[in-house]
């Protein structure tokens, strides 16, 4: 696609959503790029949207979504409003010419991520999702050293987004109506699409799982506040196995509440024949003669994740050739949440 004749002179961003990542993320990465400006945001609280816009200077409120692109005609929109919301705001941007910068997960089903996708195409517009840990630069370099060989063939992949009692106790995420599910669809499809990008995206084959509910339900309050256990219908953990073609498997562990020790785990593990590897902070480590020998190792993690994320997605609507989390790569990434869920539920093996 080429954007360059668009996107000359200053983009114009609406935001759909005043939630907290809309203002911590979305807001404060466009507000440090030069030719960026905020022109309005929508939510269906008016005074939300009014406080937001104030705040942030982010233009004019609105609480129409269709009202707000049809006044303004923004070059960029960002969708950061619930689950439930994300199929709708981001197809109505697109049929109003938008390029989209969605928060994940891209939707509630495989079904509707796919229609998000081929709707991108239909208006040639850009539709990515902040899937924003493959932007560190740790992912970026194991990428590039998997790729180039260095571990040798990948064969145990272990991602975990574990949280001990991370329930949270704002927004919906306990509401599987609202959410689409509890810590896989929440955190863990972060860390899932971490080691999938580090891996070159293999095939996937078979997909088997097993899913609980043993604490959200009985407890009320923890790390990140409380809520009411009686509403609680979403999982506290999820287990998964994903075997791909090339003989490669792929471990899953997500949780929000799980008796674990340390407070949470946010990272992968890749284990080659000729090396190991750890995502957060990159290092790279094999064995020789009983010793661990260490062949590249970053101190700390990359903490401008978010950031490169956004930055990416401003450059690729800009006509620059960048590397995004795209619609299809969503899709892709809805479809293997969706076979781990209904593996999970099933009991029974899902092939892909």
């Given at each position: 696609m080429d954007f360059t004749k668009s996107s000359a002179g200053r983009l114009k961003v609406a935001l759909i959503g005043a939630g907290q990542v809309a203002e911590k993320v979305h807001v404060a990465c466009y507000a440090n790029m030069a030719d960026i400006s905020l022109v309005a945001v929508a939510d269906c609280d008016e005074n939300r949207a009014q406080a937001f816009a104030r705040r942030n200077h982010a233009g004019r409120a609105y609480t129409s979504v269709t009202a707000m692109l049809q006044a303004e005609k923004p070059d960029i929109v960002s969708v950061c409003s619930p689950n439930l919301f994300h199929h709708e705001h981001v197809i109505t941007a697109l049929r109003h010419g938008c390029h989209v910068f969605c928060e994940k997960p891209p939707a509630m089903t495989a079904e509707q991520a796919y229609e998000m996708w081929q709707v991108a195409k239909e208006e040639n517009r850009l539709l990515a999702y902040d899937f924003h840990h493959r932007f560190a630069d740790d992912a970026r370099v194991l990428r590039e050293k998997v790729a180039a060989g260095e571990l040798g063939e990948v064969y145990v992949t272990t991602a975990r987004a574990l949280r001990r009692c991370g329930v949270p106790g704002w927004g919906n995420f306990i509401d599987k109506t609202q959410s689409g599910g509890g810590p896989l669809i929440d955190?863990?499809?972060?860390m899932l699409d971490a080691a999938m990008f580090v891996l070159g995206f293999p095939k996937v084959r078979k997909?088997?799982?097993?899913?609980?509910?043993?604490?959200?339900?009985?407890?009320?309050?923890?790390?990140?506040?409380?809520?009411?256990p009686k509403k609680y219908n979403v999982e506290d953990s999820v287990f998964?196995?994903?075997?791909?073609?090339?003989?490669?498997?792929?471990?899953?562990?997500?949780?929000?509440?799980?008796?674990?020790?340390?407070?949470?785990?946010m990272n992968v593990e890749f284990c080659g024949v000729k090396a190991g590897a750890t995502l957060f902070p990159a290092q790279i480590y094999s064995d020789e003669k009983g010793e661990l020998v260490t062949h590249f190792a970053r101190d700390v993690a990359d903490d401008q994740r978010h950031a490169r994320s956004v930055q990416a997605f401003v450059l690729a609507v800009r006509g620059e050739p960048v590397a995004l989390a795209d619609a299809e790569q969503g899709y892709r990434m809805q479809q293997l949440v969706a076979a781990i869920y209904q593996a999970a539920e099933s009991g029974e093996s899902v092939y892909l």
């Open positions: 955190i863990g499809i972060h997909v088997t799982a097993q899913m609980f509910q043993k604490m959200g339900n009985r407890k009320s309050e923890g790390q990140f506040g409380s809520w009411d998964a196995a994903i075997e791909f073609d090339d003989g490669g498997l792929l471990r899953l562990e997500t949780s929000f509440a799980l008796n674990i020790q340390p407070g949470s785990v």
